[in-house]
């Protein structure tokens, strides 16, 4: 007692608990209404006013990670000057002239950054094969691209410890995986799932699974290590860094240890068909789809659907166990997977022109709470605020739309329909148009772009369009003259009046053409809040099809800003993705058939990137050139046949492409009609 030391006094005397923590910032509401702040989201204050409660950590320079990104931001400043110097100082002087002309273009600091990239490395490779610059230009830029709040700025080696001291999910590695001992990484990638792959498929409760996973009970009925493994290298496609690649910088190998691991304790889980093998098996169709080399898509979608009827969660037989009988965690699962399920299959059905699979789900929809209407989706790892989440108003949105779509791909899609008369097709199709836009005009006020929503309500509007576009596009036995109809009204203004009695052709080509630029605006605002680095991989097809949509206009113009700025992003989303550089290719392909590279050549509206895509008389290499290999299989395997990659450049043409090369052959679906038994034809 006599060494202990004397109470710390505070300036009028007081004595000062020295046990209590010091805040280290306020909320942004704290520090505009300059009350004290509790420092823990949601603080006091904003629980009392019931007040959205917002930290920027950027404001913080008190902390450990914010003192380390300004030093990170320094040193990244500093290194662009040395090597803009260097290009100053370059014996040719046609880099430096070259670095001045796209100075004064107003170039952002992040094509500054690439260019300089581009050309250090021709300097310092003259004497190299020119693929061996391409290849090392590519991964200088994997890390050092990185859109979003700030430079951008990566460590090529990630120091995982700094990255991870914030995450918004911890769990362990152990005894979930083999492949790594290191919770910090786990922690990490298990994050970037939860935060840009998970909200818009959402086929496992999120809560449920963090909360198992974190006991490290691998007896558990709602986590297994097939199902964490599983998760893992799905969440690898979002993370920079060298720890989620097997090979440094090799974007193929991204994830594949963790898949390895998976793939191995799905064959020794197949024996029991359990919730989280459902679960793990739905990651693989997912990882597959991505990875667009073995044809598995389809095998493992058909796979997981089987599962969720033997379980009894969708199709005609009964639920396998009693709803009364078990754990809310169990109750809470069951149904987010049901209806997760539901959503893959009629999002992958509908995409690809074909009939879903699933008609009945045998489980409620999830149970709303009010405290997820309180909950902020966390932008990991940017820096940037946080966002109200919504994530159970966005689920029950997306189910209603997913039935329209169920609708229309069973209705429309469908084998038996092509017997229909012209006119059944056509109220069908009206009657579907109505139920769209009257699902459009019903979105919440929340769902507004202006309101900056999260990337998953931006990919739930995209879907919205790419249906408007798919249901209009897609027309069989359809040859039938028409008469005029009242003008209608497109999809961005669905509450303005509208005659639906007969859709011309003249008039779906107007839907589709607006449909297509409402997808490019939405990419735009994407871009602007979030990067493309991350966006879901729905969003790659939802560009795709809007730039297809765009590229049938029998007036298409490759300077229309909508068209160049959709192409800029789909550059950014394929260029992360083995699946999206060789759709990319084929896309370049398909402009460059339009013979407009004079046009682009001249001009000041592209970038010199975009002019070397698509100017058919380019002679500048490309990353994107290698990819034309991967596309091999579309005239080699004999499942594929009459898929050309030269020459027919129709939209339907680019989805059956799309499908084979990401889910493969669907051998329980019957085959399509060809091209020549559908087209669309424009007015």
């Given at each position: 007692m006599g060494d202990s030391p004397p109470p710390e006094r505070g300036r009028r005397g007081s004595v000062v608990d020295l046990t209590k923590k010091r805040v280290s910032m306020a909320c942004l509401a704290c520090k505009k209404s300059k009350r004290k702040c509790s420092g823990v989201a949601p603080c006091d204050n904003c629980r009392a006013f019931g007040r959205q409660c917002v930290f920027d950590e950027t404001l913080d320079q008190r902390r450990r990670v914010a003192a380390k990104r300004t030093a990170d931001e320094l040193g990244y400043h500093r290194d662009m000057l040395n090597d803009l110097l260097k290009v100053m100082r370059a014996e040719d002087q046609f880099y430096a002239l070259r670095l001045l002309e796209i100075i004064r273009r107003d170039a952002t600091s992040e094509e500054i950054r690439a260019h300089i990239d581009d050309t250090l490395?021709?300097?310092?490779?003259?004497?190299?094969e020119s693929e061996d610059v391409i290849r090392k230009l590519e991964d200088v830029r994997r890390v050092i691209n990185v859109e979003g709040a700030g430079p951008s700025f990566r460590p090529k080696v990630m120091d995982i410890h700094y990255l991870c001291d914030e995450v918004p999910y911890r769990v362990p590695?152990?005894?979930?995986?083999?492949?790594?001992?290191?919770?910090?990484?786990?922690?990490?990638?298990?994050?970037?799932?939860?935060?840009?792959?998970?909200?818009?498929?959402?086929?496992?409760?999120?809560d449920v699974f963090l909360k198992h996973m974190a006991s490290g009970d691998t007896n558990s009925e709602l986590c297994s290590p097939f199902l964490v493994n599983a998760l893992l290298a799905n969440a690898c496609h979002f993370s920079d860094y060298s720890e989620a690649y097997v090979h440094p910088g090799d974007m193929v190998t991204k994830g594949n240890d963790f898949l390895a691991e998976a793939e191995r304790l799905k064959d020794e889980e197949s024996?029991?068909?359990?919730?989280?093998?459902?679960?793990?098996?739905?990651?693989?169709?997912?990882?597959?789809?991505?990875?667009?080399?073995?044809?598995?898509?389809?095998?493992?979608?058909?796979q997981a659907i089987w599962i969720g009827e033997s379980l009894g969660?969708?199709?005609?037989?009964?639920?396998?166990?009693d709803l009364g009988q078990i754990s809310q965690d169990m109750d809470a699962s069951l149904k987010q997977t049901a209806w997760g399920l539901f959503h893959i299959d009629t999002v992958v059905h509908t995409d690809f022109l074909r009939p879903s699979l699933i008609d009945k789900i045998n489980l409620d929809r999830p149970n709303r709470h009010w405290a997820d209407e309180m909950a902020l989706w966390i932008p990991y790892p940017s820096h940037r605020p946080p966002r109200p989440s919504y994530l159970r108003q966005y689920f029950d949105e997306s189910c209603n739309l997913c039935e329209i779509a169920r609708d229309m791909s069973q209705r429309l899609f469908s084998i038996d329909e092509a017997l229909s008369s012209a006119e059944d097709q056509r109220r069908t199709k009206e009657a579907l148009y109505e139920r769209l836009r009257r699902w459009y005009a019903g979105l919440p006020r929340t769902f507004d772009t202006a309101r900056k929503p999260t990337p998953y309500v931006i990919m739930l509007r995209m879907q919205y369009h790419t249906l408007v576009i798919n249901l209009f596009l897609f027309k069989i036995n359809d040859n039938t003259p028409s008469t005029e109809a009242e003008s209608l009204t497109t999809p961005q203004s669905p509450k303005s009046p509208a005659s639906l009695s007969i859709i011309s052709r003249c008039n779906a080509e107007v839907i589709t053409q607006s449909a297509a630029r409402a997808i490019a605006a939405l990419a735009r605002l994407h871009r602007k809040e979030y990067g493309m680095g991350r966006a879901h991989h729905f969003a790659m097809y939802a560009i795709n099809l809007a730039?297809?949509?765009?590229?049938?206009?029998?007036?298409?113009?490759?300077?229309?800003?909508?068209?160049?700025?959709?192409a800029s992003a789909f550059s950014r989303i394929a260029s992360r993705s083995h699946l999206g550089r060789n759709l990319f290719h084929l896309f370049r392909q398909h402009v460059r058939a339009k013979r407009q590279g004079r046009r682009i050549r001249e001009s000041h509206l592209?970038?010199?990137?975009?002019?070397?895509l698509f100017d058919e008389e380019a002679t500048s290499p490309s990353l994107w050139d290698e990819y034309a290999q991967g596309l091999e299989k579309l005239n080699e395997d004999t499942r594929y046949h009459g898929i050309r990659i030269e020459g027919d450049h129709s939209l339907f043409e680019m989805l059956d492409r799309y499908e084979s090369l990401s889910l493969g052959k669907d051998e329980i679906a019957p085959e399509r009609p060809r091209p020549g038994e559908h087209e669309y034809i424009p007015c």
């Open positions: 490395a021709q300097i310092e490779d003259t004497g190299k590695a152990k005894p979930w995986t083999t492949v790594t001992e290191d919770a910090d990484l786990v922690s990490h990638l298990v994050s970037l799932y939860f935060t840009w792959d998970y909200p818009f498929h959402a086929f496992l409760d999120r024996t029991r068909l359990t919730l989280p093998y459902l679960q793990g098996t739905l990651l693989l169709y997912e990882k597959f789809s991505l990875s667009g080399e073995n044809d598995l898509g389809y095998k493992m979608l058909h969660l969708i199709g005609p037989k009964k639920l396998s166990v730039l297809f949509a765009l590229l049938e206009q029998p007036n298409f113009d490759i300077l229309d800003q909508d068209f160049l700025s959709l592209a970038n010199d990137e975009l002019k070397v």
